[in-house]
């Protein structure tokens, strides 16, 4: 059994952990990254959720399926006519793997660039900062790594629910659902967060019947009501019944189906489908992380405990990404695993969790950063608020996408920007002109006076800020 020393020990090669081990070699740390996961061939592959079977993948399908449905729906109105158009979804997939391999390789050519040690196996952690590594599923030590510093990012797995157990060929998980080798007839998705959208999305353009079973009695309680409302609108325009106040009760195969019973507040419902994807939320790989011994503080949900600059309860052990509190979204675990690795190196760097980006993949996307009305409301935060509908942009009029609006809460006294919401297309990138906005501090009067080319989606951003202040060009104020 091999033992080697580095200066810093990483644990998980998603974007949380390669980007932390990336930033640490380029700091002139010496750095190993354990991570187990592999293909379908067995073969290692990194980057971790996000490049395997989540962000990445999903938006490839996404990407193919908006293809389809645009080429069926939106291409007679631009009188373009496709004689027959039909999917072959192996093809389909085969591209999104062909998008994936493209992207971990990627990564592991960055590992060699900067001399990182890539370890590839189950990693516990010892006292005495030793991290010991195992073949997957076997207990026995195959190699001990001592560090001086270790960054757990082992990341985060779909939420498993005994009422619908993964079912060969029926019941999916997220994972699963990235795969299909047909689109089903019909298809139920329980969970209507944001990966259930996407993942709905994608088989509802391609042709299946969706229904999505949430049970919460709000849509997206997180984002700002009039921007759920939006999206919720929009959403049923396309096909997607999405049922709230629908717990699920109870699902069976039988002759082919996928039997479903929800109770809602009507009472007890059935439904059947021909495929069932579970996607109510994700867990921290907390468990078979530590080895005998290994103290290290865990809260009630099982995420590694970790204070704002992401040490745990132990000197030199620093946890990020899904594994620890906040969002499970990619970009927030990156900053983290940069934040952590410059403290290593001794400089002062922070993560602004208050800047974070949320974005729903949909079309049209929903994105936001800051605060909701309703949550400056509730903290009694006095606010003006600037509304730009996309059907008064000329870009989204010439794209055809109508659907949606921006909306600029600023607070009133300061002008100072507190929340951007986005329901639009390419909210995904028009959130980041907020998040740079409200990163300097903006008001939204510096907003008003920045010049946007025209026409462009962004305009609606301008426009927006300008109704802060009722002087927005293209509406009534
Ligand atoms: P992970 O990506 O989960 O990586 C953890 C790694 O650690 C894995 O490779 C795992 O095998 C390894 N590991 C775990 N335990 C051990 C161990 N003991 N030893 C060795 N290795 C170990 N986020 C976004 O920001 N944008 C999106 O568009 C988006 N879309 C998504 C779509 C889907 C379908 C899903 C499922 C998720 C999506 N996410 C998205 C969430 C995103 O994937 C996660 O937030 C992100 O991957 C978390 O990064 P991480 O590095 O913390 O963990
Ligand atoms: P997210 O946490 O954003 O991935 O979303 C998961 C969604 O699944 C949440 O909106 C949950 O309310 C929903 N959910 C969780 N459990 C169930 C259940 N048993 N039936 C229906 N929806 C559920």
Redesign the pocket.
């Known amino acids: 059994m091999s033992n080697k020393k580095f200066d810093v020990v990483v644990?998980?090669?998603?974007?949380?952990?390669y980007v932390a081990a990336i930033r640490c070699a380029q700091l002139g740390m010496t750095v190993a990254c354990?991570?187990?996961?592999q293909d379908h061939n067995g073969v290692a592959s990194l980057g971790?959720?996000?490049l395997n079977?989540?962000?990445i993948p999903?938006?490839a399908l996404l990407e193919s399926s908006h293809m389809y449905a645009a080429t069926a729906s939106d291409f007679p109105e631009h009188g373009i006519h496709a004689r027959s158009i039909s999917v072959d979804v192996k093809t389909m997939i085969a591209r999104k793997d062909r998008v994936v391999a493209e992207l971990t390789q990627g990564i592991s050519a960055l590992f060699q660039t900067n001399k990182i040690t890539l370890v590839h196996?189950?990693?516990?952690l010892s006292p005495g900062k030793i991290v010991k590594v195992s073949e997957r599923g076997s207990s026995e030590t195959r190699e001990s790594l001592e560090a001086e510093n270790i960054i757990i990012?082992?990341?985060?797995s779909?939420v498993r629910l005994d009422r619908a157990p993964l079912t060969d060929g029926y019941i999916f998980d997220?994972a699963g659902a990235l795969e299909f080798e047909s689109v089903p007839k019909t298809l139920g998705v329980i969970g209507a967060g944001a990966?259930g959208l996407?993942?709905g999305s994608v088989w509802s353009r391609l042709g299946s019947e969706v229904v999505l079973l949430e049970a919460m009695d709000t849509f997206l309680p997180s984002a700002d009501k009039q921007i759920s409302r939006a999206a919720f609108r929009s959403y049923k325009k396309q096909g997607l019944d999405i049922r709230l106040s629908a717990r699920l009760l109870s699902t069976s195969v039988k002759q082919k189906k996928v039997h479903v019973t929800y109770e809602d507040t009507r009472g007890a419902q059935q439904i059947k489908f021909d495929r069932v994807i579970v996607a109510v939320g994700?867990k921290p790989?907390s468990d078979?992380?530590f080895g005998d011994e290994m103290e290290l503080e865990i809260d009630e949900r099982e995420f590694i405990h970790v204070n704002k600059y992401c040490e745990t309860s132990v000197p030199c052990i620093y946890a990020?990404?899904?594994?620890v509190r906040g969002p499970?979204?990619?970009?927030k675990?990156s900053e983290e695993g940069i934040m952590v690795a410059e403290r290593i190196a001794g400089q002062k760097s922070t993560v602004n969790y208050d800047l974070i980006p949320y974005?729903i993949?949909t079309h049209p996307e929903v994105a936001w950063v800051g605060k909701s009305e309703h949550a400056c409301h509730s903290a009694g935060i006095p606010v003006n608020v600037g509304m730009f509908p996309l059907t008064a942009s000329g870009r989204a009029r010439a794209m055809g996408a109508t659907d949606g609006l921006v909306k600029i809460i600023a607070h009133q006294e300061t002008d100072r920007i507190i929340g951007v919401h986005i329901c639009a297309a390419q909210a995904s990138e028009l959130v980041a002109q907020a998040v740079m906005a409200m990163g300097m501090e903006a008001s939204a009067e510096d907003v008003a006076l920045t010049m946007f080319a025209h026409p462009t989606l962004s305009e609606s951003v301008h426009e927006a800020a300008l109704a802060v202040h009722n002087r927005a060009i293209h509406i009534k104020n």
């Open positions: 644990i998980g090669a998603g974007p949380a952990g354990v991570d187990e996961w971790g959720t996000c079977v989540g962000c999903s938006k196996g189950h990693a516990r990012a082992a990341g985060s779909p997220s990966i996407e993942l994700r790989n078979y992380l990020i990404g899904d594994i499970m979204l990619a970009h675990g974005v993949y």
